[in-house]
Nanobody, 115 residues
Framework: QVQLVESGGGLVQPGGSLRLICAAS????????MRWYRQAPGKEREFVAA????????NYGDSVKGRFTISRDNAKNTVSLQMNSLKPEDTAVYYC????????WGQGTQVTVSA
């Protein structure tokens, strides 16, 4: 059974940093492109970042380019999202997702950027 468990969220001041981690199980992690999405209250889920199965290719949503970095550890079945220079508009619940199992979502982790 596909399981995705996100952690690392919290309350941070504007300009601060957070590192999110997603622990995956129930599928062959090393063969799957992984993605991060976020959803703010009253808004649709938004693409944040993706990383290929080997980690050799990444891409980002326009709103986070240059500030967020996605990475993965295939030995630990984890994917991370380093978020720097956070803005209030980054406030959302953040989710990870496996491209091959796109219908499966974790519980998400709340990120709140506020002074």
């Amino acid at each position: 059974q596909v399981q995705l468990v996100e952690s690392g969220g919290g309350l941070v001041q504007p300009g601060g940093s957070l590192r999110l981690i997603c622990a995956a199980s129930g599928f062959t992690f090393s063969l799957s492109t992984m993605r991060w999405y976020r959803q703010a209250p009253g808004k649709e889920r938004e693409f944040v970042a993706a990383i290929s199965s080997t980690g050799g290719s990444t891409n980002y949503g326009d709103s986070v380019k240059g500030r967020f970095t996605i990475s993965r550890d295939n030995a630990k079945n984890t994917v991370s999202l380093q978020m720097n220079s956070l803005k209030p508009e980054d406030t959302a619940v953040y989710y990870c997702n496996a491209l091959r199992y796109s219908n499966y979502w974790g519980q998400g982790t709340q990120v709140t950027v506020s002074a």
